[in-house]
């Protein structure tokens, strides 16, 4: 087995809150830069970036998992991850059908653009890729594993936009892969706060919106080698496969 150190939240300049430094190239510098072994990209509601960041990580070394921060009609966040480009176009098509026809005002929002690996801008997206989809947590998840894909609500521990902050708790039956919790929080003083989630799986990413955030919460994956069915298996804890949130270095 090896250890594999991976960013698994990280938005691009496609998301509206995201910084205009945030171009594919510039995301996959900053990760080989830390030494990133797997990087997670989740932009708001879309899939558009990952493909290029895909090609471009590759030539770095390092293995990228594309998917999509969505927002459940509960206005809660959850991480998807899919293997390959044919489920990401499939999922693309999903949120696409089930956002809501809201049109962004890149005063108040930020822009949403679609960019080349020069940081071109070939596209920029019309709907608010912010708004909450018209779809509930159940039925993302379900169409998140019938294409194959990986289900992680995002950052439970935060007051907003999470599935305690949206519910209340964290339902037994939610079926996720794992949980995410924010750079705030370590595993154990969640659990502490809501013993019944001891025993989850729990994973950690930056939710970098800015280069220098990048890499800034990490989850260490111990797997047999690099890929997305080896991630499934360390979720579950597969045959001596583990994940586990590598510590904040305490500030100096």
Same mark, same amino acid.
């Given at each position: 087995m090896q250890l594999f150190s991976a960013d698994l939240h990280v938005h691009t300049v496609l998301s509206?809150? @995201?910084? *205009?430094? /945030? =171009?594919? &190239?510039?995301?996959? %510098?900053e990760a080989a830069g830390k030494?990133?072994? !797997? *990087?997670?990209?989740t932009d708001h509601n879309s899939t558009?970036?990952?493909?290029? !960041? #895909? #090609? *471009? &990580? &590759? %030539? $770095? @070394?390092i293995f990228v998992i594309g998917g999509a921060e969505v927002t459940t009609r509960e206005e809660a966040h959850c991480l998807t991850f899919f293997e390959n480009?044919?489920?990401l176009e499939a999922f693309q098509q999903y949120l696409e059908e089930h956002l809501p026809d809201i049109p962004n005002d890149p005063r108040y929002f @930020?822009?949403?653009v679609v960019v080349d690996e020069q940081g071109i801008i070939l596209e920029e997206i019309r709907k608010l890729l912010i708004s909450a989809l018209d779809q509930s947590i159940e039925q993302v998840r379900d169409k998140v594993h019938r294409l194959g894909g990986i289900f992680i609500p995002a950052h439970i521990d935060r007051p907003s936009y999470s599935l305690i902050s949206q519910l209340g708790f964290v339902p037994p039956d939610i079926r996720a892969d794992a949980y995410e919790l924010s750079r705030h929080t370590s595993v154990e003083d969640m659990v502490r706060k809501y013993p019944y989630l001891e025993g989850q799986t729990f994973v950690g990413g930056s939710d970098a919106h800015m280069p220098g955030q990048i890499g800034t +919460? +990490?989850?260490? /994956? +111990?797997m %047999? #080698?690099? =890929?997305?069915q080896e991630? $499934? $298996? &360390? *979720? +579950?804890? %597969?045959?001596?496969r583990s994940v586990k949130i590598e510590p904040v270095p305490a500030r100096k």
């Open positions: 509206p809150c @995201g910084d *205009l430094d /945030m =171009s594919p &190239a510039n995301v996959v %510098e030494r990133i072994d !797997i *990087l997670g990209i558009r970036h990952c493909q290029l !960041i #895909k #090609k *471009l &990580a &590759a %030539e $770095k @070394g480009n044919d489920q @930020g822009h949403q +919460r +990490r989850t260490l /994956m +111990r %047999e #080698k690099v =890929s997305f991630v $499934k $298996k &360390a *979720l +579950r804890g %597969e045959g001596g």
